[in-house]
């Protein structure tokens, strides 16, 4: 899987190219299919290829990341009075979960049965909760990066909550006795435009894989959450929901005053644009060729649609700056 300069492109969709090392255990724990797995696309189709897994896998990382940026974009654009612009972020923002994201989830089969989704969560959480956060408090204390090094332990305290709460849901979906959880209470953090807040370029790195697994938690968690909805299971739906919106209001936007990550109306098109341009000429282009290649003909046409998708954004978003000018 290839790499790019993440610093260089810090808040935009090309950010999302993660090597699989660099990802670490969270992009599988984030991204695999539950165990039970019963989507359509499963259910009427061969799976995709183990290439084409993971060209879905990067995807999801990128949609769900911009989804989240482009809300805080938006967020940011009222605040200078541009009203307009805002509405084309939270345009593009939508666009990116619930078609771009969600047809991703149907093709590589991350929704799965309650239980399967509740173990998937679990495992990511508590990925997140004993090793990825702690080491990356560890190294950012040694870096003397201590409000990244703080900010750090309090989210593993939050995963570890969040993985006993799915454990325990996970319990009463299997065994029909006791209770789920009461979802937790969401305190949104607003996040102005403004510089990095660590100097270190390892926290700095640190900073934007944490963003990228809160995205994608937050975009999964939506995702199991209307499923448990539909199946009737409320309080699941509910449990998942919420915890979609502690991921994204506090722990990603946390991270993102950290890093950095909204700078003024001008400047956040200005890296819409470059992540925008990446994924429509060259990213998905490349994942529509090795999915045809390898037989995969749906993945295939849903890369070549995103890449005609995220061209007409990139358009929209130059089109929105070069008006500011």
């Given at each position: 899987?290839?790499?790019?300069?993440?610093?260089?492109?810090l808040?935009?969709?090309?950010?999302?190219?993660?090597?699989?090392?660099?990802?670490?255990?969270?992009?599988?724990?984030?991204?695999?299919?539950?165990?039970?797995?019963?989507?359509?696309?499963?259910?009427?189709?061969?799976?995709?290829?183990?290439?084409?897994?993971?060209?879905?896998?990067?995807?999801?990382?990128?949609?769900?990341?911009?989804?989240?940026?482009?809300?805080?974009?938006?967020?940011?654009?009222?605040?200078?009075?541009?009203?307009?612009?805002?509405?084309?972020?939270?345009?593009?923002?939508?666009?990116?979960?619930?078609?771009?994201?969600?047809?991703?989830?149907?093709?590589?089969?991350?929704?799965?049965?309650?239980?399967?989704?509740?173990?998937?969560?679990?495992?990511?959480?508590?990925?997140?909760?004993?090793?990825?956060?702690?080491?990356?408090?560890?190294?950012?204390?040694?870096?003397?990066?201590?409000?990244?090094?703080?900010?750090?332990?309090?989210?593993?305290?939050?995963?570890?909550s969040?993985?006993?709460?799915?454990?325990?849901?996970?319990?009463?979906?299997?065994?029909?006795?006791?209770?789920?959880?009461?979802?937790?209470?969401?305190?949104?953090?607003?996040?102005?435009?403004?510089?990095?807040?660590?100097?270190?370029?390892?926290t700095?790195?640190?900073?934007?894989?944490?963003?990228?697994?809160?995205?994608?938690?937050?975009?999964?968690?939506?995702?199991?959450?209307?499923?448990?909805?539909?199946?009737?299971?409320?309080?699941v739906?509910?449990?998942?929901?919420?915890?979609?919106?502690?991921?994204?209001?506090?722990?990603?936007?946390?991270?993102?005053?950290?890093?950095g990550?909204?700078?003024?109306?001008?400047?956040?098109?200005?890296?819409?644009?470059?992540?925008?341009?990446?994924?429509?000429?060259?990213?998905?282009?490349?994942?529509?060729?090795?999915?045809?290649?390898?037989?995969?003909?749906?993945?295939a046409?849903?890369?070549?649609?995103?890449?005609?998708d995220?061209?007409?954004?990139?358009?929209?978003?130059?089109?929105?700056?070069?008006?500011?000018?």
């Amino acid at each position: 899987m290839m790499r790019l300069a993440v610093r260089a492109l810090l808040g935009s969709a090309a950010t999302i190219a993660l090597s699989a090392p660099t990802y670490g255990a969270l992009a599988t724990a984030a991204i695999a299919a539950p165990t039970g797995t019963t989507t359509a696309a499963m259910a009427s189709a061969r799976p995709p290829g183990p290439q084409t897994r993971a060209d879905l896998a990067t995807a999801m990382r990128g949609e769900a990341f911009a989804n989240v940026s482009y809300r805080l974009y938006a967020e940011q654009a009222r605040r200078e009075g541009l009203s307009s612009v805002a509405d084309l972020f939270e345009r593009a923002a939508n666009i990116e979960l619930n078609e771009h994201f969600t047809k991703a989830a149907d093709l590589s089969g991350t929704v799965g049965d309650n239980a399967a989704n509740l173990r998937s969560a679990i495992s990511g959480e508590a990925y997140e909760a004993v090793t990825m956060y702690p080491r990356f408090a560890q190294q950012a204390r040694s870096a003397g990066d201590d409000n990244a090094a703080d900010r750090f332990s309090e989210i593993a305290h939050d995963e570890a909550s969040h993985r006993d709460a799915f454990r325990t849901a996970l319990g009463v979906v299997q065994t029909g006795r006791g209770t789920v959880p009461t979802a937790p209470q969401v305190h949104p953090v607003q996040v102005p435009a403004g510089t990095p807040k660590v100097g270190s370029e390892q926290t700095k790195t640190n900073l934007d894989t944490a963003m990228h697994g809160e995205a994608t938690a937050y975009a999964k968690y939506t995702l199991w959450g209307k499923h448990a909805n539909k199946e009737g299971n409320a309080d699941v739906g509910r449990l998942f929901t919420r915890n979609a919106d502690v991921e994204r209001q506090e722990h990603f936007a946390e991270e993102a005053d950290l890093a950095g990550l909204v700078g003024t109306t001008h400047q956040n098109l200005t890296k819409a644009i470059a992540g925008e341009r990446y994924e429509s000429t060259t990213m998905y282009p490349r994942f529509a060729e090795r999915a045809k290649a390898a037989g995969d003909t749906e993945a295939a046409r849903f890369f070549t649609h995103n890449a005609s998708d995220e061209a007409g954004h990139a358009n929209d978003f130059q089109q929105a700056k070069d008006a500011m000018r």
